[in-house]
């Protein structure tokens, strides 16, 4: 079954304003990353997210992690034209699985 | 640049073709990864190699043949494919296989005619 699911599946924002996406998972985790892909090429890696932290920043973006509800945030501010793409959060299956399992992601249309 | 590379980037086949994908990744990893991405489906793994030995084969049909002949280099043999096979294949690298950071090529389109 699928571990990361996103909410929104597609967001559509005026530049300037915040963007936040959810992600929600079914198992315990190590961690849990938030990558970013533009149309029809790979994945980037933006910010990983261990189980005893509780929020992380780096630049614009702003990543929570409640692992009590099994749900992280991910939040871009002054978002950017340049911010369009695919956002997708991938977890671990904790201790039982060494891979990771990637959601069905977010598109994010930041219009100029 | 990600530090992995694929090719080719795009490749159209008939059904009854042999293709071959390649990654190479410059990072210096031990562990590497086949992704498939079609249409409107979450991100599914086909394949990990670690330290060169395969560690993990998702259900994949044999029509799809991995190879890892050193821990810098992948390939994805592709023979008898099926139209629903096409997508976007993405290969990734991470230091050692598991949980941590992954790095993506920026994939080979294949369309099955």
Known sequence: SQQGEEDPQALSIQEGENATMNCSYKT????????????????????????????????????TLDTSKKSSSLLITASRAADTASYF???????????????????????? | ETGVTQTPRHLVMGMTNKKSLKCEQHLGHNAMYWYKQSAKKPLELMFV????????????????????????????HLHTLQPEDSALYLCASSQEEGRETQYFGPGTRLLVL
């Open chain 2, 49 to 76: 190699y670690n330290f060169k030995e395969q560690t993990e084969n998702n259900s994949v049909p044999s029509r799809f043949s991995p190879e890892c002949p050193n821990s810098s280099h992948l390939f994805l």
């Open chain 1, 89 to 112: 959060c991938a977890t671990d299956g904790g201790d039982s699985s060494y891979k990771l399992i990637f959601g069905s992601g977010t598109r994010l249309l930041v219009r100029p």
């Open chain 1, 28 to 63: 315990s985790i190590n961690n849990l990353q938030w990558y970013r892909q533009n149309s029809g090429r790979g994945l980037v890696h933006l910010i990983l997210i261990r189980s005893n932290e509780r929020e992380k920043h780096s630049g614009r973006l702003r990543v």
